[in-house]
């Protein structure tokens, strides 16, 4: 992790950053994120938002989607202080038309001509880095803590080798190289992410995420042998033969299913905790403490009482979950955060709007 230096400059001015701080001895003070909400308070938002998409034919979730980040944005809690969402709708339905026209165009070529077909996919290929460029600009510039913008920066010419070479190398080579595509893309996120003038920075190494793949992938592979030989051996108290075959699949189906179903928590924690506590806000650290035996139980619980209330604790769920990774979180505060984002406000002031490039585009589902 980076070295927390109270004499690191402004990246814009070169002028000191605030001065340290408020833990004892100079150390960081942690500040806890929090989340408020309720699994009630959205269950309301959720079924609205659910009845109006379908009688629209899907018009309304643009508006279904802004309701639902801003409650999630401003349950969000961070040293008494909440965050804010300020997208508009019809940017999100600009960007959904645009990739819904695409997807027709594609798909009625297709039956024209495979040739041109190909051609278009390669095109689409060409655009679609530039418009997820412009999707992560739209959602940072319009997210807020305590009145100040985030901005994100990231130009195309990296754009096209984060979403276009990485993919198409990770492919090629089997998905051996999905780690490493995964290290660069959290690279280009985090490196090119701003709040108000001060940087983000991110210094998670390819080796770590090999390591949450591997172990993931080893978890995986575990639990398939196990049930694998659980079914042969019940195959055998069978009797073999046909009803012996179907019980070693029904039990290696179940493995394989409980494989997947563990493997999301665990490579999710693993994820988030090498993601945030690699990444610094100027002066500031992150560390990030999820459980990945908690969170899978968070998961299992959730996904028995979606199916005993079909589907009605689908929001309950979600917050359950957010809640959990949200307040799993904690900044390691370098400085006041009031003076951080004082300062960081007259120096947005004295630059002009951060920013800058506000596309008004976002074609994030």
């Known amino acids: 992790m980076q070295d927390n230096n109270n004499d690191l400059p402004s990246p814009a001015t070169g002028a000191p950053a605030v ?19 309720s699994g009630s308070e959205y269950f309301r938002i959720w079924i609205v938002n659910a009845l109006l998409t379908i009688v629209t034919l899907g018009i309304y979730s643009a508006w279904a989607k802004v309701r639902t980040m801003q409650y ?7 040293d008494a202080a909440s965050f804010d969402y ?38 689409l290929a060409l655009v679609f880095p530039l ?33 276009l070479l990485w993919p198409a190398l990770t492919l090629l080579t089997l998905y051996a190289l999905a780690p490493l595509a995964h290290q660069r893309f959290k690279q280009y996120q985090h490196n090119h992410t701003r709040f108000g003038t001060a940087p983000f920075a991110i210094d998670a190494t390819a080796g770590g995420f090999y390591g949450v793949y591997l172990r993931a992938f080893g978890m995986m592979v575990a639990v398939m042998v ?3 030989v ?18 070693a699949f029904l039990v290696a189906a179940v493995g394989f299913y409980v494989a997947l179903l563990a493997i999301g ?27 990945a035996g908690r969170l899978f139980f968070i998961f299992v619980t959730n996904m028995i009482a979606t199916v005993l209330t079909l589907g009605l604790f689908m929001p309950f769920a979600k917050v359950r979950s957010m809640r959990y990774r949200i307040e799993s979180m904690t900044m390691l505060a370098a400085a006041p955060l009031d003076a951080f984002v004082a300062g960081e ?13 506000w596309y008004d585009i976002d074609i994030a589902l």
């Open 230 to 247: 659980a079914g042969g051996a019940l195959g055998n108290v069978f009797g073999g033969g046909r009803g012996g075959v179907v019980m």
């Open 131 to 163: 418009l997820l460029v412009r999707s992560l600009r739209f959602r940072m510039a319009n997210s807020s803590y305590r009145g100040l913008r985030f901005a994100f920066t990231g130009g195309d010419a990296e754009a096209y080798k984060v979403f």
């Open 86 to 123: 300020h997208g508009r709708a019809s940017a999100i339905l600009k960007g959904r038309a645009i990739v819904f026209g695409l997807a027709m165009v594609f798909q009625l070529t297709s039956h024209i001509s495979p040739l041109l077909s190909l051609v278009l996919g390669l095109a």
């Open 226 to 228: 196990v049930t694998a």
């Open 265 to 291: 928590p665990f490579f999710m924690a693993r994820l988030q905790n090498l993601v945030w506590n690699h990444t610094t806000l100027a002066p500031h650290a992150f560390r990030s403490e999820v459980k």
């Open 345 to 357: 406000t007259q120096q947005v002031g004295a630059l002009g709007d951060a920013a800058v490039d």
């Open 72 to 78: 999630f944005y401003r349950n969000t809690r961070l």
């Open 19 to 37: 001065p340290a701080a408020s833990g004892s001895g100079g150390q960081p003070r942690p500040l806890r994120f929090e989340f408020v909400g």
